[in-house]
DNA sequence: CCCCATTGTTGCGCCAACGCAAAGTTCCGC
DNA sequence: GCGGAACTTTGCGTTGGCGCAACAATGGGG
């Protein structure tokens, strides 16, 4: 079995502080699996077979209510882990993941995971701080939809997508997966219409460039401002 | 220095797996605090010199926004840890503690972390398994707000205190710690004068019985229907 | 015991955002 | 190259919940 070179993981988060060597004996026990656009990776419900490193792609996150509405829990960048509900004690996938591009993962069975904490301490302590970091996001996340109105949590959500996984173009940045309007309103809890019609102002305006499932950021620094805007009464402009 | 009763954690989840023998080594480590009721355990942006164990009372996290709005992330009930911050990697406290009613905490030094884990593995995996839990709680709280309206958020809100904090009384089960209505609008999103007519609402229907930073549910189960009323009620619609 | 700060209630006007509807646009498979 | 599916835009009417305001009730401190 051809095992991945450890040279090409060795610098992910999960993996910090670990050696050659150790990262080849880790590395045996996953398979590299590829999943084309818009195919699931593992859905919500599911036991948790596996947990996963993102090597080149993007995958989606999502949760669905009971009434049938979905809700975008995040999107992984290469070299994040997901899946890994089995490390936080959860015997099944709380959310769905999806491919939104061609993906490449790498995959360990998630019977593997008591040994290799038990064998790489260290492991269990990469992931307690990965998983706090997103413990910290998800914080965010809900003083934001507590506190600020519709057209600041998109700003926030576009800058944060182009910060991860932005792409620099000639007039801009582009985020670097498809990515729809719908998807933008799931993931900031409001309509794909309100959505709609806030992109269209901020083009309008010369602030982003869009497109079918793309967007660019043409004047990120003034979307900042946007975002930031302390509403409290700074005399600034609104409403052209 | 008197040190704690092993007797009195060894059922905590941080300490899942422990004997007496390495609990006592890692009691001997701590102090034991007393905060009076309203007072600050530690502030939002302060470095992260301790973290703590519940053991008595109740203590409410928040977090401020630049704009200086309050959000409640959490309530701390006995027995749960907090102020974890260094052990996902945090410098600082990312939230402010304050004990809402007369409180007793275990402290332990946020440099004594490190040896711990080094010493005792278990500790990091059981920390690993209550930061992934309470993310997904926060999930979940991004989802609600994502899609419920105000007043089914507030009766998920009062169902969850009843059940993690709730005191069975003589005409329902009272949540055992002073909470205002502005804490209750803290916590799901919304205003005190929203939150007050919601709660009058309820109390003229006899669902709950209200007081001055008291509630008492009268009528668990007619709250959790009207928490999970499904009003749209299609079942299926929607194609990502 | 009384005062006053804190907490809770409620009426009223308003607007951000939703829901519905309908049409336009882009992409993909056949 | 055609047809349909998926995505996007935009107008319009409605409304949930916010902001303001004024008042009432409660309980702790002096």
Known sequence: MATVDPSLVAHLPLFAGFGTEELNDILRE?????FARNSPVFEEGQDAHSFFVLLHGHVRATKTT????????????????????MAIGLPRYPATATAVDDSVVLAWPSTTWPRLVAKFPALATNTLQTIGSRLQETHTRVVEMSTQQVERRVAHALLRLAKQSGRKVEHGIEIDFPISRQDIAQMTGTTLHTVSRILSGWESRGLIEGGRQRIVL???????????ATSGEDGSLERP
């Not at 996953?30 to 590829?34: F, G, H, I, P, Q």
């Not at 009434?67 to 829990?73: D, L, T």
């Not at 043409?218 to 975002?227: D, G």
């Open 66 to 85: 009971p009434a049938g509405e979905q809700v975008v829990v995040r999107y992984v960048a290469p070299g994040e882990t997901f899946g890994v509900a």
């Open 218 to 228: 043409r004047e990120p620094h003034k979307l900042f401002v946007l975002a930031e």
């Open 30 to 34: 996953a398979r590299s699996v590829r």
